[in-house]
């Protein structure tokens, strides 16, 4: 097994060099960039152009059409700005250098963990990540494990009573966690329990109260799960249903295979046979979807929560930084999210062998 996490971790250095590689080459060709961001901001906002210009960290300020002829089939709305102030934004995003220079040098810089500065927020991407991480892990934990809680015994217990009242009734809650989205019960249970029209049991905002820190600890873990309450439900409901599908089919799988007839026959009770030999290989297939499950929610699945509810998350991070085009952001997000996502692959393969130790990845890699 040793050998086989070794190949593994071997693996993930090309696998993310070409997930950033592709990425870095679709978003080059993507118009609107740093650049011309800025430029918009300069050229589209009724303030004083000595203003505008200074909160650039440059003194160029505007010349005549005729000297940005080139600059301005270059970027879009350059027309009237001075050529040199041009070049200065170009070295300023690093856009003075060729492509394949930048990617290597961002690469190089990763590499040392250094994911540099945020274009338009005057920090660092660390300190960015960092400063929202703690709502994106609130809400992708305890969602995921919420899910996973309501999910697997629910899945099983169809399974088991296959066809009968439960199952049909129970299927009803699936139909209406399939066919509702996360954000249309994010903002039910906004109007109904957050002051909207009826009931204002929860908060509308924010992942703790203001007085928080003044709080005495029992009070800060009522707290904040006080504020996780809406936000963790809504995003269950969007992913109990297909795992609880996928728990019942993958149940009702090996409760049909012929191991299971032989361990009936050698006299086994029902729960020995569900849960000393269906579970267990049932729950491969389970498992496998986690990483990608934990990684969605952790990181894209939030987006249209962490608006609804006001939560300041890594979801609205990442939108905010495609939006205005802050690469040292969006490239941070991606690298980490990525190396997390194959870790967690990983992991994923190796809770195969815990639940079955009759899989050998080593050996059928051989």
Known sequence: MSAYIIRRLLLMVPTLFAIMLINFLIIQIAPGGPVEQMISQITGVGA?????????????????????????????????????????????????????????????????????????????????????????ISLGVWTTLLVYLISIPLGIAKAVRDGNRFDVWTSLLVVIGTAIPSFLFAVFL?????????????????????????????????????????PVLAMTIGGFATLTMLTKNSFLDQIHQQYVMTARAKGLTEKQVLYGHVFRNAMLIVIAGF????????????????????????????????????????????????????????????????????????????
């Open 291 to 366: 990483p990608a499950a934990f990684i969605g929610i952790l990181f894209t699945g939030s987006l249209l929560i962490e608006i609804i509810f006001s939560l300041d998350g890594l979801g609205l991070l990442g939108f905010e930084a495609a939006f205005s085009r802050d690469y040292p952001v969006m490239f941070g997000t991606l690298f980490f999210f990525s190396l997390l996502g194959l870790v967690m692959s990983l992991i994923g393969d190796l809770t195969y062998t815990l639940i079955d130790p009759r899989i050998d990845f080593e050996r059928q890699e051989r």
């Open 48 to 136: 004083d152009i000595t203003e505008r210009v200074s909160r650039t960290g440059t003194t160029e300020t505007l010349s005549s059409p005729a000297t940005s002829d080139a600059f301005s089939s270059k970027y879009r709305g350059a027309q009237g700005l001075d050529p040199d102030f041009i070049q200065e934004l170009e070295k300023r995003f690093g856009f003075d250098k060729p492509l394949h220079e930048r990617f290597f040098s961002m690469m190089k810089k990763y590499l040392m963990l250094d994911f540099g500065e945020s274009f338009f927020r005057d920090r660092s991407v660390v300190d960015l990540v960092l400063d929202k991480m703690p709502v994106s």
């Open 190 to 230: 906004l109007v109904i329990f957050a002051g909207g029209s009826y009931m204002d049991w929860f908060p509308l905002a924010g992942i703790t109260s203001e007085n928080w820190d003044s709080l005495p600890w029992p009070s800060k873990i009522m707290d904040y799960f006080w504020h996780l309450t809406l």
